[in-house]
Each structure stands twice: as C-alpha cells, then as structure tokens.
T-cell receptor, first 107, second 119 residues
Framework: DIQMTQSPSTLSASVGDRVTITCRAS??????LAWYQQKPGKAPKLLIY???SLESGVPSRFSGSGSGTEFTLTISSLQPDDFAAYYC?????????FGQGTKVEIK | EVQLEESGGGLVQPGGSLRLSCAAS????????MNWVRQAPGKGLEWVSY????????YYADSVKGRFTISRDNAKNSLSLQMNSLRAEDTAVYYC????????????WGQGTMATVFS
C-alpha cells in the first residue's frame, strides 16, 4: 500500500499568515492527489484535486502543487474560517490512503 | 440538491454485526463510483471500501477484508456496508462518499453515522 505522510501534524498560525502543509507519498503517484478540509463534527470537504486543481466554490487563497512524491497545500492568507484539519489523499491506487492530517490552530 | 445520508449506526458488542446504509439524492446514483470512509474518535480518515457504478468491481482496505461487504442498489439509489465480526477498533464515524467524474476524488460526502463496538 502507498503510505502518505503529512507535516506538520499541528500548525499554529495567525489570521493573514501564509500557511504551507506538506504531504509525501511512499512511491510516485504522479498528480493523483487530493486535499480535504475538515471542521470538528463535520464531514470532510474537497478543496484540491489532481494536485493543483481547485474544486468549484473553494476560495482562491487555497492552492496545491507538486507531483511524484512531494506535494504542498498553501493557504495564501489565513482566514478565521480556515482553522480546521487538512488531509491529503492519494488516488493512484485502488487503496485510496489518507495522510494522518494537519491541524491548523489559532496562534 | 446533491445529497448523501447515512443511517444504521449504533452500539454493538464485539463479534456482532451492523448494516450501514447511504441514501443518495439529487444526482444519477447509478453513474457514480461510491466509497465508505471511517474516522475513529479523535483520529484521522481511513478509506474502507470502494464499489464501481455497476457494482461489479469492489475493493476493501486490508483492515476490513473478509469482514465487511459493500453493495449497492441502483434502483433504490442506495449504498450499503454490511459489517460482521466487529472489533473495538472498528468504532468510528462512517461516511459514504461519491467519487466525482472530473475530480476522481471524493467530491460529495454524507454527514456520517457512528458505529460503536463495546464490551
């Protein structure tokens, strides 16, 4: 199975900060990577697919990049609504594994 | 409105069974691949199972293989997960999720249903 490793596990930031989360795959997954946002008690929400494509309705301050084994999710200017957990997911193989998550907290 | 709604969660003892259901509305259910994803309390997301639009292709995570069975009824716009031989580590919120055509990622999620395995 392909393993996905996110870093950091927790990130403390302030409103207006530029935030970057990294996701590494244990083998190449081309650009078959998605990013999700999850708030407490809610279902995950798709933000980015195919590594860098913005899902419809998602604010443009969210962006994704990378290919192969290393990927990043960037929030250009953190807003109050962005404090949440973020997960990467590979879909190169049938076993669609998630990273362990990154919690973005208020500094 | 495009919607998924899970039901069937509850309390069960180890070794017991539960059947989860997911009702789809607002889209052509029979055209979409579907999945189950779970989240143990305070933990991350774990993909559990996949079923193709026709139901002919099915995959499971190793952690549930041989114990869980995914199925769908396209005439009733319904997805199911039969969970047998349940263990404490199966305690989680279970989400059904649609695989989007364009995205090939999980674009629509239900609100989740909680399954608790306790002794």
């Amino acid at each position: 199975d392909i393993q996905m490793t996110q870093s950091p596990s927790t990130l403390s930031a302030s409103v207006g900060d530029r935030v970057t989360i990294t996701c590494r795959a244990s083998q190449s997954i081309s650009t078959w990577l998605a990013w999700y946002q999850q708030k407490p008690g809610k279902a995950p929400k798709l933000l980015i697919y195919k590594a860098s494509s913005l899902e419809s309705g998602v604010p443009s301050r969210f962006s994704g990049s990378g290919s192969g084994t290393e990927f990043t999710l960037t929030i250009s200017s953190l807003q109050p609504d962005d404090f949440a957990a973020y997960y990467c997911q590979q879909y190169n193989s049938y076993s669609r594994t998630f990273g362990q998550g990154t919690k973005v907290e208020i500094k | 409105e495009v919607q998924l709604e899970e039901s069937g969660g509850g309390l069960v003892q180890p070794g017991g069974s539960l059947r989860l259901s997911c009702a789809a509305s607002g889209f052509t259910f029979s055209s979409y691949e579907m999945n189950w994803v779970r989240q143990a309390p305070g933990k991350g997301l774990e993909w559990v199972s996949y079923i193709s639009s026709s139901g002919r292709t099915i995959y499971y995570a190793d952690s549930v293989k041989g114990r869980f069975t995914i199925s769908r009824d396209n005439a009733k716009n319904s997805l199911s997960l039969q969970m047998n031989s349940l263990r404490a580590e199966d305690t989680a919120v279970y989400y059904c999720a649609r695989t989007g055509y364009i995205q090939d990622a999980f674009d629509i999620w239900g609100q989740g249903t909680m399954a608790t395995v306790f002794s």
